[in-house]
């Protein structure tokens, strides 16, 4: 059989040596992230992108997914324990999770969320196994003329979901898209909009505009409100789940974990998607639900897992067509790139070591998880205590050296300084920072199929509408944009994410 | 206070995507344009400057229609000059006065810009700062930067 060939070589790629090592510092690092105020996984992993490229493309990417779903792991710590959600989707399990804390099981509540996040990873792991090679099939038959819809479409989708106007986060992608634009144009190597500076000739860095946009903007915003954090519980023991618990958690964590994996797959919020809705099908399906908001642990297990799934499947669209659906994934993507592998469907079949290597040390990665972070929940409730007064300078002076590193380059280090003074000030007034980036890192992807198409048809904008394939990618994008308008959808959208901030 | 216009937030953001815009699509004409077939540097920059502004022409005007209204808060003037600078300052000096001298201006300047932070406080943090990363990056990942730089005598 093939797929146990190829799961052969996952296994030989993710257990050797030094990869276990790298996806024990990811997992370990995403926990830290998870846990630590005020910086999330996608600042993280651009500012630790500089330091993983003198190591294997396969270690760099199985480390850079560690601290992504580690990352989910610790946000849910910091969710149940003091009620802060540490990542946007653990906001639902802090209702629940966190009133357990209150009532004495906060240790139960976080063994509820490792085992249902190790028992998500775990399918949809399977998942990815199952469904990414045959999509990847469908892309390899796409052309240009298919290819410049489909990432039109990744671009739209990925707003429709999201939170906030559709019109100013349509106008940050095309924002992102022309920053991309500044230095050599691809074909003529004319320097654009360089103002006679060589060290803007290679354009601007994307782990800057990461950096910058998602690390020092939320640090301005944190630093005009400062939040104090109270730990519930400094003590927390009776980790084991009863017996009954167990009963309780067992078909949350299923149905979770299966809205979860078809969630992930969705460009923009997938993975808050999963939990939201997670949560909603629990209450309305519990025969008590009174519970619900007062500690009940199916909240806790339900949204959990779906989460973790979710996180997951997020790197099907990535790995299959070379589409990043979420700012993490930009970053994926520009990780790849920058190892020379152009990310899409031709991955599994060049690179399939990485392919399947990475796929299999997020099953590890799990494990680690499980395995390590009950035992040590002590360390991470302590990390929780670390003063944001610290923290902060030492996310900008890893940030500086972390993208100096890069290229030696100090325009690298000034761009963070633009880019997060434009994010603090575009999310003062209501933009997200996410359409941005995913628009920076896809622009050249999409200037160049949009000119190869052109020459094709000999400049003809009606190729684009020639093929069965190419129309209907066109008419699934424009579905996208009117769904994310309507009034109905808006609204409920709309609640949806101001649980998220309220909570 | 007054209550802010309720078109407040889309007027400034759109304002924003427009400038923006139209700078690129007007920078973009000093190149060459070019046909869609063959298309010169130019005209990507000009297309998507033109597409911005005309996106931040829409969001000021459903700003007019239906304004989210919310009042803007503060802006951390102090945070946003005190980091830009450390930003720079580690530009600037990382080659010059060498990695110990930048990362350490570029901590002290990053503490203080957290007002409630004293002098005290952010040296010891900057001290510390210091030391971790030289042993994390220039002693653990090996990074190629001179401790001290060609700018300080010895």
């Known amino acids: ?503 | 206070m007054l209550q802010a216009h309720r078109a407040l937030k889309d007027i400034l953001a759109g304002g924003i995507f427009i400038a923006i815009g139209l700078a690129f699509a007007l920078g973009s004409l000093s190149y060459d344009i070019g046909t869609p077939l063959r298309m010169g540097p130019g005209y990507v920059p000009l297309v998507l400057g033109g597409l911005l502004a005309a996106l931040g022409v829409g969001v000021v005007v459903k700003g007019f229609i239906a304004g989210e209204g919310a009042s803007l808060g503060g802006f951390e003037w102090r945070a946003v000059i005190l980091i830009t600078a450390a930003l720079i300052f580690f530009g600037v000096t990382v080659r010059g006065l060498g990695a110990v001298p930048a990362l350490f201006g570029t901590s002290l300047l990053a503490s203080l810009a957290r007002s409630r932070t004293s002098w005290r406080e952010a040296l010891l943090i900057s001290v510390g700062l210091t030391v971790l990363s030289v042993v994390i990056f220039i002693v653990g990942l090996q990074l190629r930067l001179r401790l001290l730089g060609p700018w300080i005598p010895v």
């Open chain 1, 1 to 503: 059989m093939e797929l146990f060939d190829n799961l052969g070589l996952g296994f030989e790629t993710a257990l050797s040596l030094e990869n276990l090592l790298f996806c024990f510092i990811g997992v370990v690092l995403g926990t830290a992230v998870g846990v630590l105020p005020g910086i999330g996984p996608t600042a993280t992993i651009a500012m630790l992108l500089p330091i993983t490229f003198n190591f294997e493309p396969v270690s760099a990417l199985i480390m850079l997914a560690g601290i992504y779903y580690g990352a989910q792991y610790g946000g849910s710590t910091t969710a149940i324990l003091i009620n802060l959600p540490g990542e946007s989707s653990a906001a639902v399990t802090a209702i629940d999770g966190h009133e357990m804390a209150r009532k004495g099981r906060a240790g139960v509540a976080l063994a509820t969320a490792a085992i249902g996040s190790f028992f998500a990873g775990t399918v949809a792991t399977v998942v990815l196994v199952l469904f990414a090679p045959p999509l990847a099939d469908i892309a390899l038959t796409f052309g240009s003329p298919e290819l410049f819809p489909l990432i039109v479409l990744g671009l739209i989708a990925s707003i429709a979901l999201a939170s906030g106007s559709t019109l100013k986060a349509l106008a940050m992608i095309v924002l992102g898209l022309l920053l991309g634009t500044i230095g050599q144009d691809q074909y003529t190597a004319t320097p654009r909009f360089v103002f006679g500076v060589r060290e803007l000739f290679g354009g601007i860095n994307f782990v800057s505009v990461a950096v910058g946009m998602f690390g020092i903007a939320e640090i301005l915003r944190n630093l005009e409100d400062e939040k104090t954090r109270k730990l519930v519980t400094q003590k927390i023991a009776g980790l084991w789940p009863t017996r009954d618990d167990f009963r309780r958690m067992a078909r949350p964590i299923l149905r979770g974990t299966a809205l979860g994996s078809a969630l992930g797959v969705l460009p923009g919020a997938g993975h808050v998607l999963a939990s939201f809705g997670s949560y909603s099908i629990e209450k309305r399906i519990a025969r008590d639900k009174s519970e619900f908001g007062h500690g009940a642990i199916e909240a806790v297990a339900g949204p959990e897992s779906a989460n973790n799934a979710a996180a997951q499947t997020s790197f099907i669209p990535l790995l299959t067509l070379g589409l990043p659906a979420s700012p993490v994934m930009a970053l994926m993507f520009g990780a790849l790139l920058i190892h020379g592998i152009q990310p899409g469907p031709r991955v599994i079949e060049t690179q399939p070591a990485l392919f399947w290597g990475l796929i299999v040390s997020m099953w590890v990665g799990n494990t680690f998880l499980l395995l390590l972070n009950l035992p040590l929940i002590g360390i991470w409730v302590r990390m929780l205590t670390i003063p944001y007064r610290m923290l902060f300078p030492a996310i900008i002076v890893f940030a500086s050296i972390g993208t100096f590193s890069l290229g030696l380059n100090a325009w690298d280090v000034f761009a963070i300084a633009f880019f997060g003074i434009l994010g603090y000030v575009l999310v003062k007034l209501g933009c997200e920072p996410a359409p941005l980036l995913l628009g920076f890192v896809l622009g050249p992807l999409l200037v160049e199929h949009l000119r190869r198409s052109l020459v094709i048809s000999r400049g003809d904008l009606s190729i684009f509408v020639s093929t069965g394939t190419s129309t209907a990618l066109l008419l699934l994008a424009l579905a996208a944009v009117v769904i994310a308008a309507l009034p109905a959808i808006r609204r409920r959208r709309e609640v949806v994410f101001a649980e998220e901030e309220d909570a």
